[in-house]
């Protein structure tokens, strides 16, 4: 089952990054809908550039590397203190994501009617609640 669950998240992690790595260079598609609003639907809370877009790819990428590392898919030594806490990390990060800042994004936030509110209702949080409670899993039944 850890097999199972720490390859979902490993191609969650890979889809995730390779659309952040195409933003960082130059790739538009999607790149209106996933930045937080304010509610006049045009004025985005975050402008990311370059640095930033592509240390999250990495960030990400690093993630799904881990995830198979720690379910023992690929060897790799890692600290200790990160094979202890890793992935109750990954798993916190993304949990914290989905209920949200109370403000544009997660489950309780007060901006909804934007089209990233509207998209972070129906997809994001919900994909990061998903990766906070499989990494859960992987990591209780390690």
């Not at 990390?89 to 993304?94: C, D, G, M, P, Q």
Request: aromatic share 14%; proline share 4%; charged share 10%.
């Amino acid at each position: 089952m850890t097999t199972v669950i720490a390859t979902i998240l490993f191609l969650i992690f890979l889809f995730i990054s390779s659309i952040h790595f195409y933003w960082a260079f130059g790739g538009k598609w999607g790149s209106d809908a996933v930045l937080p609003t304010k509610n006049d639907n045009n004025t985005k809370v975050l402008q990311p550039t370059i640095l930033p877009t592509l240390i999250v790819a990495i960030g990400l990428l690093g993630f799904g590397l881990f995830i198979l590392v720690m379910s023992g898919l690929i060897s790799f030594n890692i600290p200790q203190w990160l094979s202890k806490y890793g992935l109750w990390i990954i798993a916190s990060i993304f949990t914290l994501r989905a209920i949200g800042d109370f403000n544009y994004v997660g489950v309780f936030k007060k901006i909804k009617q934007t089209k990233f509110g509207e998209n972070d209702t129906k997809y994001f949080s919900p994909l990061c609640l998903t990766i906070g409670i499989l990494t859960i899993i992987l990591e209780v039944t390690k």
